[in-house]
């Protein structure tokens, strides 16, 4: 009998959902990466809405993980390593609260390996300003529309893609070059 494979989730917020999309999905032991919305008080988000800022919702990643493979700290690692956690409700030019920083924990290990590493990165003053990152409980994930999902594989030459997106996955190749997926 096969043994079945264990998976965990992950959910991030760390700016456009398109950037994490695209870094993440490049890590060994990620399964799958879905862009979507959390952390809000509306029922039935759309991407119009969650842009107008007024969801609450942030744009977010649901990554499919094998624990074997990658733990949550290291994509914790990889995430920090992508965005700044350091500016309230913004990356870059991207402004609101659809654009915080966050970690939507699905337990308490979660928790407390996200509280733990800003707790040490603050302490090593790693950047010149603390890490605001928002560390709370998971709570309704909403698929985005399918035109997000693949977005930077579908659209490499569209002007966000080759300013923002694809600078964020080289980080990411770059910075974890041992961990990267074949092909």
């Not at 990658?70 to 914790?76: G, K, P, S, V, Y």
């Amino acid at each position: 009998m096969a043994e079945t494979m264990k998976t965990q989730k992950a959910t991030l917020a760390g700016g456009c959902f398109w950037c994490l999309e695209a870094a993440f999905e490049q890590l060994t032991g990620v399964i799958s990466v879905l862009p979507g919305y959390m952390g809000g008080q509306d029922p039935q988000p759309t991407y119009e809405a969650v842009c107008r800022g007024d969801t609450g919702h942030a744009e977010v990643v649901q990554i499919a993980f094998d624990p074997a493979r990658i733990d949550f700290e290291t994509l914790l690692t990889a995430f920090f390593t992508i965005h700044d956690p350091t500016t309230l409700n913004r990356q870059g030019h991207d402004a609101g609260t659809q654009y915080r920083s966050a970690i939507f924990f699905h337990d308490a290990d979660q928790q407390a390996v996200a509280q733990a590493m800003i707790a040490r990165l603050n302490g090593e003053e790693v950047w010149a300003s603390p890490v605001v990152t928002e560390v709370t409980a998971a709570t309704t994930f909403f698929v985005a529309e399918e035109y997000h999902h693949q977005y930077f594989r579908r659209n490499p030459y569209q002007g966000y893609c080759m300013a923002v997106v694809a600078p964020k996955a080289l980080k990411l190749r770059m910075a974890f070059g041992d961990r990267i997926k074949a092909g």
